[in-house]
């Protein structure tokens, strides 16, 4: 046989039984263990733990299976409290104590460095994660499909890989008041026998109830998101839910008859009360609208937007970008420290937010437009304004190349990265690396149970 081919890792088959040792916890929470140096991954598997697996999926470079055993146990491995975590498929790391689940946390940072930015991966450039005192019922806004079930209203997720609705009538990640009006307005879709939309036969009316709570100020905003305009006994439904549910104080439909996945549709309609509902952030108020984006967990936002600020450490005299600025919260955060902020979005709906923001918090040195970071850029330069400080908060998929590229060649001297993707993360600083040094990168956990982890990097001007 020639070394080529003793290179070769050997083939699973699919169902095969064979054991396992989890070396780590990969991106999206699951186990990650190595058969004959391919790469397996075990969702409900714990780093340390011995398990016997069965392959459900072979893939030339990776393979994906199940637990059949558990040999020898994570000593940090719990009984998930949730009943129906093992269906949901919200969370991925109920069965993972806490404090470990932070730690794991801040190992994903450092895999994903050491995959795409070897240099940064020292252990003393990332942080500890910081995490929740009470890491339960944090989730400020629930979206549940709804259906029926023997006659019966239910509202809830889809199963994990299925189409199989599960009724959810107390998640334990929503806050208590995002469950209590979704399980009323259940109820009274049922007793006023209002039509309840079918996935299958794309017939009926309500497909998913979408509530919002401001959590500083106990207001809740109600979506139903119907297939029609017309909503049957909506009089009728008004008044129950305002009987029933006070602190509901915007009811909103919104119209989506397409076949799709997507939640919303276009058209969106005040149909009671409010129009928004007011949230509050540190010292600043937020007026949030049916499709308005808000970070989902307000107390570790405010830890967050703390950590970009201790980053950024303005002095009163800076020029600062914020790209992709969103409805403007960042930029608010760190604007009474910087001489002037200005701020872009692709999105038109959010420049004017934030504009609104800016004025409403007494804010006159915010400039706000429409369009990429890439392109305003070169065009402010041009006039004379040179950018200190520049916060980017990218989507998953990462910062632009071209924004990349325009950073190196206007060289503010602070980028301050937050990311909610630690791969994206790697990759970008690796670019930004011929120019720039990481001075740290602190993990936050906004999203407790879950694989998900955002981290603030300072990055600093070689």
Request: overall charge positive; charged content about 25%.
């Amino acid at each position: 046989m020639t070394g080529k081919q003793k290179e070769q890792p050997a083939k699973l088959e699919l169902g095969q039984t064979f054991p396992l040792t989890i070396k780590r916890l990969g991106i999206n929470g699951e186990g990650v263990g190595y058969f004959k140096r391919q790469v397996v991954f075990v969702p409900g598997a714990l780093p340390g733990e011995e398990v016997v697996v069965e392959a459900t999926k072979v893939n030339p470079r990776f393979s994906e299976g199940k637990i059949t055993k558990i040999r020898k146990k994570s000593e940090h491995r719990v009984q998930p409290p949730c009943p129906i975590y093992e269906q949901c498929g919200g969370c991925q790391l109920q069965h993972l104590d806490y404090k470990q689940q932070l730690k794991e946390k801040r190992d994903i940072v450092v895999q994903a460095f050491e995959r795409y930015n070897k240099e940064v991966s020292d252990n003393k450039v990332i942080k500890e994660t910081i995490g929740m005192e009470d890491p339960w019922n944090y989730r400020n806004k629930s979206q549940f499909q709804v259906g029926l079930n023997k006659q019966k209203v239910i509202a809830g997720l889809y199963g994990l890989n299925s189409h199989h609705l599960i009724d959810i009538a107390d998640c334990m990640v929503q806050h208590h008041a995002t469950n209590r009006v979704t399980q009323v307005v259940k109820t009274i879709l049922q007793d006023l026998n209002i039509s309840i939309y079918n996935e299958r036969s794309k017939k009926g009316i309500v497909r998913t109830i979408v509530t919002r709570v401001g959590i500083e100020t106990g207001e809740v905003q109600l979506v139903l998101i119907t297939a029609k305009k017309e909503l049957p006994r909506k009089d009728l439904f008004i008044k129950q839910v305002t009987n029933k549910l006070p602190e509901v104080k915007s009811i909103v439909q919104n119209i989506n008859g397409s076949k799709t996945s997507l939640i919303f549709g276009d058209e969106t309609k005040r149909i009671h009360g409010k129009e928004v509902i007011q949230e509050t952030l540190g010292d600043l108020q937020f007026e949030l609208s049916a499709r308005a984006f808000f970070q989902l967990n307000p107390h570790q936002t405010v830890k967050l937007y703390d950590e970009v600020k201790k980053a950024a450490s303005l002095t009163g005299k800076e020029k600062l970008v914020d790209a992709y600025c969103g409805v403007g919260t960042i930029g608010l955060w760190l604007a009474k420290e910087a001489s002037e902020l200005r701020g872009m979005d692709t999105i038109a709906e959010s420049i004017k937010d934030a504009k609104k923001n800016a004025k409403k918090h007494g804010i006159p040195n915010a400039l706000y437009v429409t369009g990429k970071a890439e392109q305003w850029l070169p065009k402010w330069v041009k006039e004379g304004f040179s950018p200190d400080v520049i916060v980017v908060d990218p989507p998953r998929t990462g910062c632009d190349e071209q924004l990349l590229q325009m950073i190196l060649k206007v060289k503010p001297k602070k980028v301050v990265y937050v990311s909610c993707n630690p791969s994206t993360l790697a990759k970008d600083v690796a670019v930004l690396s011929k120019a720039y040094n990481v001075n740290y990168i602190q993990p936050v956990d906004m999203f407790p149970h879950t694989a998900h982890v955002e981290c603030v990097a300072l990055i600093e001007l070689k």
